[in-house]
């Protein structure tokens, strides 16, 4: 049996259920609106490092490093020009045999583009880079990754890694192996340099 006692006696008592929905919406809507914003400014506080990715298409992670001929390189020193960034070592054989077509490159293309050769110095000498760009006569900067920095934010998996990153400091190709051809290397900074 349906105990009456507590139910209104007629139904102008009962809650209005369309000023309930209405006052739902109105907190749903509030609400939402909040969130929005919420969420706009904390991810526009953070466009910046999701769009920084060692992939093409990506802005190139920045770095600062110490050059073998002495000062200090940054990455950001370059923008408003194209720039090769080849990650590397001595011991590596395909590292030391694409070394003369990136010189060549740097003597044709110098005032250009930027080349930067990143010795991977977590796994090398000093000594004996020293000794493989004198012995070549490397004149393009050869930067000291020695804590191992550079090799990690650019998730380098093998040696040689190159990267072409246009004016703007977006990486165009990632060639990971090698050794890269003198034609090769042409081509892709023609194409770099076509892009300004």
């Keep these: 049996m349906v105990d009456r006692t507590n139910l209104?006696?007629?139904?102008?008592d009962m809650p209005n259920t369309k000023s309930i929905r209405?006052?739902?919406?109105?907190a749903l809507i509030?609400?939402?609106?909040v969130w929005i914003t919420f969420t706009s400014i904390r991810d526009s506080k953070t466009t910046d490092i999701k769009n920084v990715q060692p992939q093409k298409g990506f802005l190139a992670p920045e770095f600062s490093l110490k050059s073998l001929a002495g000062g200090t390189i940054k990455l950001s020193d370059m923008h408003g020009k194209p720039i090769l960034v080849n990650?590397?070592?001595s011991w590596?054989?395909?590292c030391q045999a694409e070394m003369p077509a990136i010189q060549k490159m740097f003597d044709r293309y110098g005032s250009k583009i930027a080349i930067l050769a990143v010795n991977s110095t977590t796994q090398d000498s000093l000594a004996d880079v020293t000794a493989f760009v004198t012995n070549n006569q490397l004149t393009f900067p050869v930067l000291l990754d020695k804590d191992g920095a550079v090799t990690k934010?650019?998730?380098v998996q093998a040696l040689p890694?190159?990267?072409f990153i246009n004016a703007n400091g977006i990486i165009q190709e990632v060639i990971i192996g090698g050794p890269m051809s003198e034609t090769l290397l042409e081509i892709r900074i023609q194409q770099l340099l076509g892009e300004q």
């Design 8 to 12: 209104p006696a007629n139904i102008s």
């Design 22 to 26: 209405l006052l739902c919406n109105v």
């Design 30 to 33: 509030i609400f939402s609106i």
């Design 87 to 89: 990650i590397w070592a």
């Design 92 to 94: 590596c054989t395909p």
């Design 153 to 155: 934010s650019y998730q």
């Design 161 to 163: 890694t190159t990267f």
